[in-house]
């Protein structure tokens, strides 16, 4: 019995890989997919930004290496369950038995079902709610919805294999998991902190702009002993990054609320907040629909 289901497994495995390279055959080539140690048993599947939506492969994933097998932290787009089966594979032999969702978006969970069936799926309680609402995950896909959810905080494993799992409340969508390896004083971000530019705020998934600076500087307050940071999407980075970051939703909230005090409208505000000068290395390609959405949710 085991072995027709391995068998039957590595068929599948065959299959995903003809059907994915049909459909997206430069996806080996792609910059967003090589596999890089962050820090002992952890390595990133690197993600990259949604600019040019030719060569976006989705998030970075969190590959996790541990006694019993392999935490995969995030899942890209659809179609690249066997890209992240190989890179997994450059790096241990071990089967993956953990997948850990940062939120909803379909750069981030889009190849659940890449992985066995047998795999535990864990997310935040809000955003399983949000991914039953996906079309990836009606019908057959509901199989690859969230197994595991949780409240405020839960610590998966122990030891090396320790990974702390905390939710601080609502800011890109409404169910943000940051993960931290103790271990390692790594700290897995998803998208609360996903590049160095305004943030996307997600409202139909219960995001905010207006919460977003406070359930990151949360985060900041709370977590010890992290110097080493795996943003959503650009390369791993430090602590003092992930503050900066959180300053400059604070700073950008602060501007755009100062704007509607002083009576002026969502496009005048659009033209008179600029923070490029106190962030010279951010760039502002998503100031605006930010400053839109945050006007709309201030009062
Ligand atoms: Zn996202």
């Known amino acids: 019995m085991a072995r027709t289901r391995i068998l039957a497994a590595l068929v599948t495995v065959g299959l995903l890989s003809v059907g994915a390279a049909a459909w997206q055959p ?8 090589t596999i890089e140690q962050v820090k002992g048993n952890l390595y990133v599947i690197k ?15 969190g590959v996790f290496v541990m006694d019993r097998g392999v935490a995969v932290v995030d899942t890209k787009l ?18 993956v038995v953990t997948i850990i969702n940062t939120h909803t978006h379909g750069d981030h969970v889009g190849s659940n079902d890449g992985f066995p069936d047998s795999v535990n799926i864990v997310a935040h309680a809000n955003t399983k709610a949000n991914m039953e609402r996906m079309e990836n995950f009606q019908g057959d896909g509901a199989a690859f919805l969230p197994d595991q959810v949780y409240e405020d905080r839960l610590t998966l494993g122990s030891g090396a294999d320790q990974m702390d799992l905390y939710y601080f409340g609502v800011g890109h969508t409404s169910g943000d998991t940051f993960i931290v390896y103790p271990a390692l004083g790594v700290m897995q971000t998803g998208d609360m902190f996903p590049w160095r530019d305004a943030p996307f705020l997600d409202v139909n998934n219960g995001g905010s702009g207006v919460a977003l600076p406070e359930t990151l500087g949360r985060a900041v307050d709370t977590i010890d002993g992290v110097d080493t940071v795996v943003p959503g999407h650009i390369p791993v980075t430090t602590w003092e990054s992930l503050q900066e970051f959180q300053r400059f939703t604070a700073d950008l909230l602060a501007a755009v609320r100062q704007a509607k005090q002083n009576g002026q409208t969502a496009d005048q505000a659009v033209v008179g907040v600029d923070l490029s000068s106190r962030y010279p290395e951010y760039n502002s390609t998503r100031v605006e629909a930010a400053i839109r959405v945050i006007y709309d949710e201030l009062p």
């Open 47 to 61: 993600g990259n930004t949604p600019v040019d939506r030719s060569v976006f492969s989705g998030g970075n994933v």
């Open 78 to 95: 659809p179609g690249w369950g066997p890209t992240l089966l190989e890179r997994i594979r450059e790096v241990t032999n071990k089967p």
């Open 26 to 33: 430069s996806q080996g080539a792609i910059d967003g997919a």
